[in-house]
């Protein structure tokens, strides 16, 4: 009943922040001006804003906007792209395609291996290995995804030439978007498991493991790993979030066709209902993504189960 609880209270203040979202989604569009004028093209009539702003229903009062903007929200309907005519759902689950192929394979990977070379760190600690691995995701959190990517292109692509510099549909041309994207939360994740097992083989049941002779990798494996994994687990639904942010760099250095360049599209165009569409979307995915984790933290932790 305790898990259930702590679900439900996670649930209903997810739904608070989308609400918080929406509201700024929506209002960030009257703060610089008549966002008719935005909209339009610089060469329009007077007669021409008047009539858009007609259509769009900005002559509405600020609530009844707001209201219509919500509902319609809530019906996955956000209005149509002001350049390409279309709804900007569709354009954003066109995208979504690309973009969950380059987040999820760049978690993939960052995970497994953050988690062996997190494991070996902790095991191995204060050997010349753990010293190398600290290291390399010290290097690996300080260099920017964008510097990484360059690099990428320049040694795969231009001197090696195993590697396309750009484009979408094949395997290699995923390769090097999800190592720039993946890059920084291998080193961020092989730090955060080797701390927390470090703590973890510390416990007094791994000193009782310890007494019975079983090997040093079984109580890894089978005793310490699982206690280790709930901090891991709770870091993994931030970073899949906030992979959204760092696809946008990446997919505008590869010409990767994801939600992160049609958003610097839609910017660049005051394309605004596609923005309002990727702003909703990103926090929909930050919101349902710890809500996993708040479920995966519930079933590693019996404490919150009772």
């Known amino acids: 009943m305790k898990g259930l609880r702590f679900l439900f209270s996670r649930a209903v203040q997810g739904l608070i922040v989308m609400f918080g979202v929406s509201l700024l989604v929506f209002f960030a569009l009257f703060l610089t001006g008549d ?50 005519s279309r709804p900007a759902m569709e354009l954003l689950t066109e995208r979504l395609g690309a973009t969950a192929l380059l987040a999820l394979s760049a978690l993939l990977w960052s995970s497994l291996l953050g988690f062996v070379l997190g494991a070996i760190s ?87 493991a310890r007494a019975k002779g079983l090997s040093e990798w079984r109580i890894v494996v089978r005793h310490a790993l699982r206690n280790a994994m709930i901090p891991v687990v709770t870091l993994q639904g931030m970073y899949l979030a906030s992979l959204m942010g760092g696809a946008l760099v990446t997919e505008i ?36 993504a710890n809500f996993l984790v708040d479920v995966a933290y519930t079933w590693l932790n019996p404490r919150i189960r009772l």
């Open 35 to 84: 966002p008719a004028v935005l909209m339009m093209a610089p060469d329009s009539t007077a007669q021409e804003i008047a009539d858009f702003r007609e259509a769009m229903g900005f002559n509405d009062p600020i609530i009844v906007q707001y209201g219509r903007f919500l509902v319609d929200a809530l019906r996955g309907d956000l209005g149509n792209s002001l350049r390409y």
């Open 253 to 288: 250095i590869f010409a990767w066709p994801g939600i992160g360049r049609l958003a610097v599209e839609a910017i660049q165009n005051r394309d605004f209902p596609v923005v309002q569409a990727v702003v909703l979307f990103a926090a929909l995915v930050f919101v349902v």
């Open 122 to 208: 902790a095991v191995r600690r204060n050997s010349p290995i753990d010293f190398a691995i600290r290291v390399i995701s010290l290097l690996g959190q300080a260099v920017p995804v964008f510097w990484l990517a360059l690099m990428l292109i320049i040694l795969f692509s231009l001197n090696l030439r195993w590697l396309p510099s750009s484009g979408y549909g094949s395997f290699q041309q995923l390769i090097m978007p999800s190592l720039a994207l993946g890059a920084y939360y291998l080193s961020a994740i092989t730090r955060l498991v080797r701390s927390s097992l470090i703590e973890t083989l510390g416990e007094n049941y791994i000193r009782t």
